[in-house]
């Protein structure tokens, strides 16, 4: 079988030098052919005409978020990428500044296909030196950058003095303990430090286990509808009237979007779908259908021009740049809309229906409490004990627990046992013996809340 093709994603909030570091990387002598993708935000692509490189394959997906669109664009692209093997030795894909990085890692965890032919060999995040001190304060998705990375290059010391580079060190290792941090100027550092790291380690397949691992979905929202009268018009582009809220059941699994495209957003994609009168729950309802969205919201989209009706069951892109109003053919029943992102942050609303239920998928809740917590326990575990705790925390914790990786010596086994997590997703496997070396569990938790006492107590609880 051929070797799995690395995947390099450098992430970082906006001006923390990531096409800067794609050029260095492209200019160099180093003797690799690289794939490059680009996701620029924003209705123009500009980052393409910016990265420079002649024979190297460069991608863009304009005016989408990775974080948001993972399952569409980022997959259609890789598997592009494939059948042009021959062509390149790596990939390298640079996340536009406001992206989430945690669902483009959580991509190769539970995509079959990507899992076959790509390992995600590192996430790189640069930070800017002199900008960072604010952001940490204002902007929650720089806390999550971070919080994600195997790799932070603190970009941009020159600017700064050296003590407040030193403090600005001290703060990233609070939030992510177990990340290199790299202080560079104008992203220059030898690429030995951002590419071939092996950081994630994904030999063996994940085991699949439906109570705690789900995939993400391509859509972050679903509301079913009940339409009483035929051919609604659908208002998008106004921002102020948002999202109208009824009386209804309302269901986010704990994912909620406080991160916000509004301001750079110029079209949307949207999905209707013919919701069955059974079963009566309206969650149920929105549950039958996610499989069959999913499936429609993986097509290529097409643009509904002005003055065109609404048509269901196909992936239609709007532009939500200016209010308008659009007709559909509806029929009077109960209806599904999936959308590529949150109602409020493109004007969605549908005044002539009756909003049953609403349902956000995602994982993109950004707040200021993330840190990161390690334990170290020298007695042998139970494995039994072990895949209990570890389960149950990730079924109760997983949205909150960023990242975990760590190593256990498990009772009666030579080998050490090698695990690494990004929210609900888990890969682990027996690696090379511990011969001489010392024999402690280590492991490390990144995440929202987390709670020193309850994890010393779940690896007790697993000591053989």
Known sequence: MTSRIPVTVLTGFLGAGKT??????????????????????????????????????????????????????LIRILGQLRKRRDRF??????????????????????????????????????VDARHLPLQLGTTPIVLEQIAFADVILLNKIDLVSAATAAQIEQQLRAINGTARVVQTRAAELPLSQVLDLGAFDLERALARDSAFLEAPRPFEWAGLYQVSSPNPVLHVGDSEAGHEHHDHDH???????????????????????????????????????LDLATRQFESTPQALAAGSALLPERRLRLSVTHPAQLPSTLAAGRWALFSE??????????????????????????????????????????????????????????????????VLQLKDEPRRYVFHGVHMTFDGKLERPWGASDRSSRLVFIGRNLDRAALEAGIASCIA
């Open 20 to 73: 800067t570091l794609v050029n260095r990387i492209l200019s160099e002598q180093h003797g690799r052919r690289l794939a490059v993708i680009e996701n620029e935000f924003g209705e123009v692509g500009v980052d393409q005409a910016l990265v420079i490189g002649a024979e190297e394959e460069i991608f863009e997906t304009s005016n989408g978020c990775l974080c948001c669109t993972v399952r569409g664009d």
């Open 89 to 126: 030795d790596a990939v390298i894909i640079e996340t536009t500044g406001l992206a989430d990085p945690g669902p483009v890692a959580q991509t190769f965890f539970v995509d079959e296909e990507l899992r076959e032919h790509y390992s995600l060999d590192a996430i790189v995040t640069l």
């Open 251 to 289: 269901d986010h699994d704990h994912h909620d979007h406080d991160h916000d495209h509004a301001h750079g957003l110029a079209q949307v994609d949207v999905l209707v779908l013919p919701a069955a009168a059974e079963p009566a729950s309206s969650a149920d309802a929105i549950e039958c259908l």
């Open 341 to 406: 992102h949150a109602p409020a942050e493109f004007g969605l609303a549908l005044p002539q229906a009756q909003l049953l239920h609403e349902r956000s998928f995602g994982s993109h809740h950004h707040d200021l409490a993330i840190g990161s917590i390690g334990l170290i326990e020298a007695r042998p575990l139970d494995v039994t004990a072990v895949n209990q705790w570890l389960s149950e925390l990730l079924q109760t914790q997983g949205q909150d627990i960023l990242r975990m990786k760590g």
